[in-house]
């Protein structure tokens, strides 16, 4: 091999390593990709309402274990997707369903780290959040494990450790209150957040947070001993669309998860919430603008990118 040749080689290798993501990443190799995925996800929710939340949730779990490279999506008996928290996630037939389209039309391109990406963003906007552009360039990862999900943010973390789980990733505070503000959108099992109305710290009482005019009727749809798998509306009166309603919740005592409610009863989270009130005094934050930036932030968690990794053929399984 000629020195020429090989610091050409070289040249390239290093090129292909350092590849970062990038708006319009697929606009000449599959100009149809954003558009495809799109349609996927508007199919797939007109199926099943609980895809739009479902595929939101999909990507904040996968980019928080072993970043954003479709890991989430692998089958198998020990592979994330079987983990206590993301068993109950919804939408992955949406997500296939896109790749097989993509693959029809752009075959060995389009990576499903990046199909994902694109479908969150879309979910959003389906469900009225504002648009924001979506860095393309990921590159699917190999390893899938249950057991790197330990470590996801949890139902009844205190604030100290959100801000930890989240500072972990780059993810700062304002970060970490803003895309927990996904949750306008989303469900929860009773079994996740049942402890709080009945028997919350052995006191033989509820989670003193709790608007005592909200509690009946979060009993009325969690029995104290009812059915854990009943799902209930983490945004009140609004549980199907974009909005910052979900905070005026918090503050008013109405957050469903006592992780949530933790976000507006400790100082450190609490006036972020205020500012996306337009609490006055306060620098006023704009939701909908704020989401899109910390959606994009996340985004870039621990990216396999260049010749890192995979383009998967199929999302669910490996090459």
């Known amino acids: 091999m000629s020195i020429l040749l090989f610091f050409l080689l070289a040249t390239l290798a290093t090129s292909a390593l350092g590849q970062g993501t990038r708006v319009g990443f697929y606009r000449t190799s599959c100009p149809r990709a954003e558009s495809i995925v799109q349609s996927a996800v508007q199919s797939g929710a007109r199926s099943n309402p609980r895809a739009a939340p479902g595929i ?5 779990h996968d980019c928080f274990v072993n ?13 994330e ?10 939408g992955f037939e949406v997500i296939d369903a896109a790749k097989t389209q993509l693959e029809a039309t752009c075959p060995g391109v389009v990576s499903c780290a990046d199909i994902l990406a694109l479908a969150a963003r879309d979910s959003v906007v389906l469900s009225g959040g504002r648009r924001w552009e979506v860095p393309t360039g990921r590159r699917d990862g190999l390893v899938s494990q249950a057991s790197d999900t330990a470590n996801l943010p949890a139902f009844n973390d205190p604030i100290s450790v959100q801000i930890r789980k989240f500072s972990e990733k780059g993810l700062n505070t304002q970060d970490l209150v ?16 049942s402890y709080r109305l009945y028997n919350f710290n052995n006191t033989n009482g509820p989670d003193p947070d709790i608007n005592q005019a909200f509690l009946p009727q979060l009993r ?6 009812g059915e854990a798998t009943t799902r209930v509306g983490l945004d009140t009166g609004s549980v199907n669309s ?18 949530d409610s933790k976000l507006w009863s400790d100082s450190t989270t609490q006036r972020f919430v205020q500012r996306f009130l337009g609490v006055r005094g306060l620098q006023g934050l704009r939701f909908d603008v704020e989401f899109g930036r910390s959606m994009v932030k996340m985004g870039n968690i621990e990216l396999k990118t260049g010749s890192q990794g995979e383009i998967r053929r199929v999302c669910t399984a490996t090459n």
């Open 56 to 60: 939101l949730r999909m990507f904040f």
């Open 81 to 90: 997707k079987t983990a206590v928290p993301n068993v109950p996630i919804r």
């Open 242 to 259: 974009f909005d910052n309603s979900y905070y005026a919740n918090l503050r008013n005592g109405r957050g469903v998860l006592e992780s």
């Open 178 to 193: 803003t895309l927990v503000g996904g949750h306008t959108i989303g469900t929860a099992a009773c079994a996740v957040f």
């Open 220 to 225: 009325a749809l969690c029995p104290n001993g």
């Open 67 to 79: 970043g954003c490279d479709g890991s989430i999506l692998i089958d198998g008996p020990s592979a």
